[in-house]
């Protein structure tokens, strides 16, 4: 499985984002998607998930501002509203074959190459 992150960028306080991630190659195997952000000097942690029967699970940190969306299979979309400077960070999507859902980084074997997020105050 090969994944591939899109989206990402400079965006004000108070703006939006989406991000994607498409999957590629044995993607009959993926059994859920997640994205991760680790900001500068912090340990990577996790944002939401969506498995592949569509449940989406988000952490507290986005709920209420992020939207996870998508096909595991496929694509995958973060909807970023109401970013904050706090927000600043390398997204990355990952994806699992061996766990049926994760809020761990160790369970996930695929990470795509994360794409910066940049909110200005």
């Known amino acids: 499985v090969q994944l591939q992150a899109y989206g990402g960028g400079l965006v004000q306080a108070g703006g939006s984002l989406i991000i994607s991630c498409q999957a590629t190659?044995?993607?009959?195997?993926?059994?859920?998607m997640g994205w991760f952000r680790q900001a500068s000097g912090k340990r990577r942690e996790l944002v939401a998930t969506?498995?592949?029967?569509?449940?989406t699970i988000l952490e507290d940190a986005v709920k209420g501002r992020f939207t996870i969306s998508g096909d595991v299979k496929n694509t995958v979309y973060l909807q970023m509203n109401y970013l904050q400077p706090e927000d600043t960070a390398i997204y990355y999507c990952?994806?699992?074959?061996?766990?049926?859902?994760?809020?761990?980084?160790?369970?996930?074997?695929?990470w795509g190459q994360g794409t910066l997020v940049t909110v200005s105050s």
């Open positions: 969506i498995t592949s029967e569509g449940r």
């Open positions: 990952a994806a699992t074959s061996t766990s049926a859902w994760s809020s761990s980084s160790y369970d996930y074997d695929y």
């Open positions: 190659g044995t993607v009959p195997s993926i059994n859920a």
